[in-house]
């Protein structure tokens, strides 16, 4: 008939537009301060050291747990997520965020300084984050590759803009008021989560009258008695049926062997991703640089970053490249590991400037491929599980990678080392993603075809069969 006996409960198709855009503009702030700000809190480095008397390795691990607790949290935030919905989880972690911001400055000692803004602040924009893109996959499907490098613009934009201003905050104010401000600042998080209006309520109304009208009159006045009374029970069946598809974190999207490849990669990329980015400033300072040209060189990379991510963007969303996206983001790492290695020498101001934007673009392709080849390979029902359990591994990565390369520079006083690190760590990611890819795409497309063929060899048969049977009756 018209009307099915149990109503499904389907999700929206994305509108690809309308207030999606608002949504993106959003997911565009939260990106900003998820990613800059980690890297643009580098500029209070050096006063954290006078103040606490510590060395660079003990104050990249703030940027290092920040980072960490982003990824970290990713499990969380994915259970979370599916339990509250986005727009609760993104508003609490807008006040965590600020909060920790808050409270570090009163920190007195370096461990203080850790917990909150490393761990409150980490996990207030790992909240933020993680429902963010979550909600930009739900309102973009056609237009994803676009949206995804818009939104991954916002960390260059807020990157030329937090480093500058924190570098003037710390003139002005020191590294405690300007921790103040920059806590204030990031309860605009709240405000981006209060626009994060859910799909699924808008479907169902639409659903229901899609139903009404094809049934017609004679069929209402047969179902309408029998649908009252059964309607509790369809009212349990749908909340057990909800209850069973909604699992808080879906393991098995690690099935996915691409999944598995991805993730293996992500890990190789994290280790070196964020180095030269966190210890770009202190490396120009320590080479005589002013403090303020100094700081803005992460400003430079930020100005590139800001065309490169849309532009990568528009290239990813052609048809012919959707296929190999892939492959796409293993060049953008092959070039990113390259301009880390052939910099590594580097220390005249001039040259420092080159590389930035050849960091810039090379980081903006990196950007803004990730999570739309995440999205490529598990879609949209897998995103949230896979984000977490992706994010959850990175951590671990980030955790190690940062604070090494300050353990090398206290070892040797040698920027260089870090340097060709970094980029051998991006090279091998990229090669260990498009080997893999390639040799795993190879071996499921020999599997279909094989499939088929066996399809075709039985075609023939059932066809010969079916000519026997026909004659069989016409005689």
Not at 110 to 121: F, K, R
Not at 132 to 149: E, H, T, V
């Amino acid at each position: 008939m018209g009307v099915s006996s149990t109503p499904q409960m389907s999700r929206a198709p994305p509108p690809d537009g309308g207030w999606g855009w608002v949504v993106l503009f959003s997911c565009f702030i939260v990106t900003g301060f998820s990613y800059a700000f980690p890297k643009a809190v580098s500029v209070y480095f050096t006063e954290l050291m006078k103040d606490f008397g510590v060395g660079y390795s003990d104050t990249a691990w703030i940027s290092s747990i920040m980072l960490a607790m982003l990824y970290g949290s990713g499990p969380v935030s994915s259970i979370m997520v599916n339990k509250f919905g986005c727009r609760p989880v993104m508003l609490v972690g807008g006040l965590l965020a600020s909060a920790g911001m808050v409270g570090a400055s009163f920190t007195t000692n370096i461990i203080e300084l850790y917990l909150t803004a490393g761990v409150l602040t980490g996990l207030g924009l790992a909240l933020n984050f993680q429902p963010s893109l979550i909600m930009l996959g739900s309102y973009f499907d056609k237009r994803r590759p676009i949206a995804n490098g818009l939104s991954a613009a916002g960390s260059p934009v807020f990157l030329s803009i937090l480093s500058p201003l924190g570098q003037l905050l710390v003139d002005k104010y020191g590294w405690r008021g300007g921790f103040l401000i920059m806590g204030g600042l990031l309860l605009n998080c709240c405000v981006c989560g209060a626009v994060m209006r859910p799909l699924e309520t808008r479907v169902r109304k639409r659903e229901n009258e899609m139903e009404m009208e094809d049934v017609n009159a004679q069929e209402l006045k047969e179902m309408l008695p029998s649908r009252t009374k059964m309607s509790e029970q369809e009212k349990d069946r749908m909340k057990i049926a909800t209850q069973k598809k909604k699992k808080l974190l879906d393991f098995s999207v690690l099935r996915n062997r691409g999944l598995v490849i991805y993730i293996i990669a992500k890990f190789i990329v994290v280790l070196g991703l964020f180095v030269p980015t966190i210890l770009l400033v202190n490396f120009a300072k320590d080479q005589g640089v002013p403090d303020r040209e100094a700081a803005f060189l992460l400003s430079i990379i930020g100005f590139i970053d800001i065309f490169a991510r849309p532009t990568c963007g528009l290239v990813a969303s052609l048809k012919w490249m959707r296929p190999k996206i892939v492959y796409f983001f293993s060049l953008a790492l092959l070039f990113n590991g390259l301009t880390d290695v052939c910099s590594a020498q580097v220390t005249a101001y001039k040259d420092l400037v080159i590389f930035c934007v050849f960091f810039g673009l090379s980081y903006g392709m990196v950007g803004s491929l990730q999570f739309e080849v995440l999205m490529g390979i598990v879609g949209r029902d897998g995103f949230p599980s896979a984000l977490g359990l992706v994010l959850l591994v990175e951590a671990i990565g980030v955790l190690i990678g940062p604070p090494s390369a300050g353990r090398l520079v206290d070892a040797f006083k040698n920027y260089e080392l870090v340097f060709y690190m970094a980029g051998a760590e991006l090279i091998t990611a990229g090669l260990v993603l498009a080997i893999c890819s390639f040799c795993c795409l190879r071996h499921s497309k020999t599997k279909d075809t094989s499939s088929q063929e066996e399809e075709n060899i039985g075609r023939p048969r059932r066809d010969l069969n079916d000519n026997q049977n026909d004659r069989k009756n016409n005689e």
